[in-house]
């Protein structure tokens, strides 16, 4: 089966189709290698990539409707996993403009695409900012998510509508996946727990924000991709009897589906430093600051209908994975004392 894969060059994509490259699948990836961080680590992960026989790779931009066109003319994937995106919340607020550029008519033209060349399944990236300015948790795919508190949340949201109206036009089967704080080796240099290990090890100290005072579902890189994974294949099938009164909001009468992939723990913030700390054999030096704006106090996510639907949770404890991510970024960056 062919794969295309969009964004294969990031912290997903790349451990995406390590896997799916060892469970022999033929995987087109794409990518425009942006600088929005070091493009050097970009280019180690492809490098990776394109040692294996059954990898192909396009240095292609999702806004280049012309040549994504093109390209799924000439592939004719089976599936489609649209990993590209332009991330970041706080990034968000100042260039508001990338966010529209990458995340809309990069996801339309992706829409576009498989509407004309049908494919079997598309899953997109979708993520748990969407749930914004929500009090319950935990967050429930079932839950309401109109009040987002960035435009990054916002296109995320509207690529979840997007997705619908093209499932229910065109019969494409989608699934959007609401990603939480994901973290591990060749992971975002913009994430927080990079930057805290860079910083950490340097003696700088780091930035708190609100004080510690903050809880996050982080999620262990290999957990998203095995649940990725046991997806690909789980394409969703409309329900003609869907009712919004009485039917899960994450499904629909189209063939649409929304699911959370999150470790549904919360950490809170100061373990999470502490976890970092002890693993890194040096403790961190602290200055607390206000909530950033864009942010939220807590995430935590409900992935009852995951384990439902693919008999998978993911599970990887705050430890284990902090440990695997230090490991990793020591011997990436040479750094032993």
Known sequence: MKVLITGVAGFIGFHLSNLLL???YKVVGIDNLNDYYDP???????AILEKKDNFEFRNVDLQNKTLIDELFEMNRPDYVINLAAQAGVRYSITNPYAYV?????????ILEACRNNPVKHLIYASSSSVYGGNKGTPFATSHNVDHPVSLYAATKKSNELMAHTYSHLYNIPTTGLRFFTVYGPFGRPDMAYFKFTKDILAGT??????????????????????????LINKAPVGNPDWDERVDDISTSFAPYKIYNIGNNNP?????FIESLEAALGKEAQ???LEMQPGDVLSTYADVSDLEKDIGFKPGTNIEEGIGKFVSWYRDYYQIWD
Do not use: C, Q
Not at 40 to 46: F, P, V, Y
Not at 267 to 271: C, G, N, V
């Open 267 to 271: 950490i809170k913030l100061t373990r």
């Open 40 to 46: 050097s680590l970009k280019s180690a992960r492809l």
């Open 205 to 230: 100290p780091i930035k708190v924000f609100n004080h510690g005072k903050m809880e996050r579902d982080f999620t262990y890189i290999d957990d998203i991709i095995k649940g990725i994974y046991k």
């Open 101 to 109: 550029d990458s995340n809309l008519i990069g996801f339309i033209n």
């Open 22 to 24: 060892d469970k022999k």
């Open 286 to 288: 602290k200055i607390y």
